[in-house]
DNA sequence: CTCTCTAGCTTGTTTTTTGCAAGTAACCAA
DNA sequence: TTGGTTACTTGCAAAAAACAAGCTAGAGAG
């Protein structure tokens, strides 16, 4: 489970964490679209393997970037929720959309969260952090 | 040479183009560290291997992040520069960069370019910005 | 105690990355 | 013009990672 950090630098740092194909669209869908359980992420359209999922689930939360709770509604599952490092994480989503709402031509429909982040990027990125502010409790009211 | 496209989401469409262990620092040593040659890269710290290197030059251009021309100084070599589509990536690593600059407890010694993003990120961005701005005759200066 | 639902794990196969060695093309110097 | 140097490029075998599909385990529900 150790990272190996090829080098001093931020961005590679950041990388060696997260710099895989599936690690950022975990925290996309935990902290833009309230996915919260397993089956949540296996039914997103990009089809990841149950293996590497619980892999990707095991790391992130290993390395800090979310936590894993028992759900006390429905103790058969899981609620995996960013932690403050995730969600700081936010800003590099956002650019990142930010791009790709200039550059994917191909695209054809876009979500409309990128109508948003467009009009007012500082006021999306408030609106998701405060849907996360009151801490732990917040998702047992989801469900 | 083609690219998937796993899913419509704008984070997918960039990590599908990018998010490979290499890609974006080989844009970070072309937009930050002003490297523009094949040797540059080699030489950074994370050690890529050669063809890999290769590969990710052709895939770069062929996806348009960045450019490559015969030095027409030293004609045995090509530069690389970026493109506006490749320099527009400038806010993801900008924000990377401050996400670890929180979070990396562990990395003993920052670039200085850490310390100017924290004083002034909007700064630091147009001063890179600027650095490509006089399009592509920029580079034969330094050499 | 059995059934179902959720969340994984296992196994076998394919793809990608890696490390290294060899190959090629442009240029330079004798 | 020939031989060396620089700047890549290609090829190959081994290792690592991803993938697909079927299997399992644990927590309630009936």
Redesign the pocket.
């Known amino acids: 489970m150790d990272r ?1 950090n090829r080098s001093n630098c931020p961005i590679s740092y950041a990388l060696d964490l997260i710099g ?3 690690s950022l669209l975990i925290l996309r869908d935990i902290i833009l679209r309230d996915k ?7 039914s997103s359209d990009e ?12 790391m992130l939360e290993y390395d800090g970037f979310i936590s ?1 709770t ?2 006390t509604i ?7 929720n960013p932690t403050e490092k995730g969600l700081d994480l936010l800003p590099v989503l956002i650019a990142t959309m930010r791009w790709s709402d200039k550059y994917s031509t191909e695209i054809k429909q876009r979500p409309p969260s990128i109508e948003m982040i467009r009009n007012d990027p500082i006021g999306f990125e408030n609106r998701i952090r405060a849907k996360f502010s009151n801490t732990p409790t917040l998702l047992d009211r989801h469900h």
Chains 1, 2 share one sequence.
Request: net charge positive; no cysteine.
């Open positions: 190996k895989d194909k599936w919260h359980f397993y089956k949540d992420f296996i089809a990841i393997a149950t293996n590497i999922l619980s892999n990707r689930l095991k894993k028992r759900d429905d103790r058969k599952r899981f609620i995996y």
